[in-house]
Structures are given as structure tokens and as C-alpha cells.
């Protein structure tokens, strides 16, 4: 079965400053995407990152970058120049990409990131 | 930008009562999901739709769970006789077709329709 783990239910960052969030996931297929959704206090749920389990290069997005190291199946986001609007909950998923698969995602638990100004 | 649109955003229900939780998900997408999060928990699938029919359900979709779509552009999900328990966030969400050996994109979500059982 595959499983997603944050080990950390809350972090707090300076605005301004950097942050990491730590996510490491189980699974014994090869084909698969991760995800980072931030979940801000409206409940939506809104797509940050994305990678590419057959991509070797760490996805990045504006502020957002990854640390994808899959031998060790770690997945965490680093979140440069902290922003208020960042607070938020963020979720990490996990996505089987195989035939037959219709693709359902699992997510970790959360981390709850609170930004100071 | 095309969006997956939920309907309503608060719910509340007595216990016992039926509810229906309606979702208009991004127009050329065909996977459908429904996932839950009760407060302050992780979410968790529910079930997953494609072709008219549910292709994956959790153990948490039992029998008084049911969805549809019954006019091509709505899909629903049905609780038949609510729990306290039931009292979640409830998220639709989508996906564009994925055929393998294509590669997928991501699901988008809605904003959810916190469901209170009283």
C-alpha cells in the first residue's frame, strides 16, 4: 500500500526567510507524480508543485522548489522569501501513474506553516 | 481559467436527513473524484468516476454513499441517512483523461462544501 508521512504537524518561518517542509512517501511502483497542495484558511485546496517521478530535476515554480531524492523517497518543498499569504495547511500527494490506474491521490497528513511578519 | 465549481459551500443537516453535494467539474476533464477532510485530518478519497460508472472507492464509501452524473455536466454525491460523523469538508475534483502510457496532469479542486450534521 502506499503511504504519505509529514512529520511535521506544525513550522512557523519569518516573513522573508526560508522554509522547508519535509515529506517522505512509500510505494513500490516507479511511474508516479508528487504533488504539494496548500490548503489557506477558505478550505480550497490549490496545486503549488508539482514532479515527475521519471524526472531527475528538482521541479520549481516562482518561490516553490523541491528536493526530490527517490532513492530515499523524500519530497520536500522549500518556500524562498516567505510571504504572509503563505500561511497556510500543505499537503503532500502522492499519484500512481500506471494502465488501469484511474489515479487517485493520497495525501500526508499536513503541516500547518504560519508566517510571522 | 476553467475552474471546478461546488455547490453549496455550507450545508447543514439534521441526522438521519439526505443531502446532496453538487459539483460542475472543469468541462473537458472526464476522471471525477470526491474526497473528505474531516477537521483538523488529513483527506481522504472517497471514490473515483469515470465513464458513467465509479472505477474506486475507500472503504469509507459504503452503501449510504452514492454518486452521479446525471446530465453530463453535474456529479453529485448522495449520503443517504447522515451521521454526526459525516460532518466534513467535502471536495470534488477533477482530472483530464489520462490514457497510459500518457502522462497526467493534476486534479483540480473545488472550493469544497462543509457539510454539518447536527
Known amino acids: 500500500a502506499q503511504t504519505v508521512t509529514q512529520s511535521q504537524p506544525e513550522m512557523s518561518v519569518q516573513e522573508a526567510e526560508t522554509v522547508t517542509l519535509s515529506c517522505t512517501y512509500d510505494t513500490s511502483e516507479s511511474d508516479y507524480y508528487l504533488f504539494w497542495y496548500k490548503q489557506p484558511p477558505s478550505r480550497q485546496m490549490i496545486l503549488v508543485i508539482r514532479?515527475?517521478?521519471?524526472?531527475?530535476q528538482n521541479a520549481t515554480e516562482n518561490r516553490f522548489s523541491v528536493n526530490f531524492q527517490k532513492a530515499a523517497k523524500s519530497f520536500s518543498l522549500k518556500i524562498s522569501d516567505s510571504q504572509l499569504g503563505d500561511a497556510a495547511m500543505y499537503f503532500c500527494?502522492?499519484?500512481?501513474?500506471?494502465?488501469?490506474?484511474?489515479?487517485?491521490?493520497?495525501f500526508g497528513k499536513g503541516t500547518k506553516l504560519s508566517v510571522k511578519p | 481559467e476553467p475552474e471546478v465549481t461546488q455547490t453549496p459551500s455550507h450545508q447543514v443537516t439534521q441526522m438521519g436527513q439526505e443531502v446532496i453535494l453538487r459539483c460542475v467539474p472543469i468541462?473537458?476533464?472526464?476522471?471525477f473524484y470526491w474526497y473528505r477532510q474531516i477537521l483538523g485530518q488529513k483527506v481522504e478519497f472517497l471514490v473515483s468516476f469515470y465513464n458513467n460508472e465509479i472505477s474506486e472507492k475507500s472503504e469509507i464509501f459504503d452503501d449510504q454513499f452514492s454518486v452521479e452524473r446525471p446530465d453530463g455536466s453535474n456529479f453529485t454525491l448522495k449520503i443517504r441517512s447522515t451521521k454526526l460523523e459525516d460532518s466534513a469538508m467535502y471536495f470534488c475534483?477533477?482530472?483530464?483523461?489520462?490514457?497510459?502510457?500518457?502522462?497526467?496532469?493534476?486534479?483540480?479542486f473545488g472550493q469544497g462544501t462543509r457539510l454539518t450534521v447536527v
Open positions: 475534483a477533477s482530472r483530464y483523461k489520462i490514457k497510459w502510457p500518457e502522462r497526467s496532469t493534476e486534479a483540480f
Open positions: 514532479q515527475e517521478a521519471y524526472k531527475q
Open positions: 468541462s473537458n476533464h472526464l476522471y
Open positions: 500527494a502522492l499519484y500512481m501513474n500506471y494502465g488501469g490506474s484511474q489515479g487517485n491521490l493520497i
